[in-house]
């Protein structure tokens, strides 16, 4: 039983130190560490962090505004640049009626009408809408399409055939006048 009481005292010494080894070693450098940022919370300026969010939140608003007006910027020029090519389209389909007709001309009397009248085509007005404000049948069968200031000022679009003598294939070839961009939207155009 002695040596159970022994045994008993020294795991009970035992004990104590190891608890006043946590406390001193682990508890205390905890809370003093504590303590000092509660301190140093306390003497925090508020003011300085403030500002500083304030700064932050203002170049935040500056960056989302600047992306907008990108975003607004790059939208209202795709949908001019696809506005553009849909009127382009258009004038283009519109000239298919002269040149078809051109073709056929040729292919049967072997040279090319000189206006819209001779082939039996409407006035050239009547083939006007969207950004075509006339189109004209010229000499050597030239397409002359007459755009209207959305796509430029006195812009025109001239189709301009070429037909093979012996095939009586036809091949057209365009070319824009006072409009600059036009190999932008037709690259097989050229402009002169």
Not at 61 to 78: E, G
Not at 86 to 100: E, S
Request: net charge neutral; aromatic share 8%.
């Amino acid at each position: 039983m002695k040596s159970f009481v022994l045994m008993f005292v020294a795991a009970f010494a035992a004990f104590a130190l190891a608890l006043f080894g946590y406390d001193h070693f682990v508890v205390q450098p905890r809370a003093f560490v504590q303590a000092q940022a509660v301190t140093a919370a306390a003497q925090l300026d508020l003011s300085a962090a403030r500002t500083q969010a304030n700064e932050i939140t203002a170049g935040l608003d500056a960056a989302i505004k600047q992306t907008m007006t990108d975003v607004d910027t790059a939208l209202a020029s795709q949908t001019s640049d696809q506005e553009t090519r849909r009127l382009i389209a258009d004038a283009f389909m519109r000239a298919n009626v002269f040149k078809a007709v051109v073709s056929e001309s040729y292919a049967t009397e072997q040279r090319w009408p000189e206006s819209a009248k001779q082939v039996g085509l409407a006035n050239p007005k009547e083939y006007a809408g969207e950004a075509v404000t006339s189109i004209v049948l010229g000499a050597n069968g030239v397409i002359t399409i007459t755009l209207d200031e959305r796509l430029g000022t006195n812009a025109k679009l001239s189709l301009i055939p070429k037909a093979n003598a012996q095939t009586m294939q036809m091949v057209w070839r365009c070319a824009g006048t006072n409009f600059p961009t036009l190999t932008r939207y037709q690259p097989v155009c050229s402009t002169e």
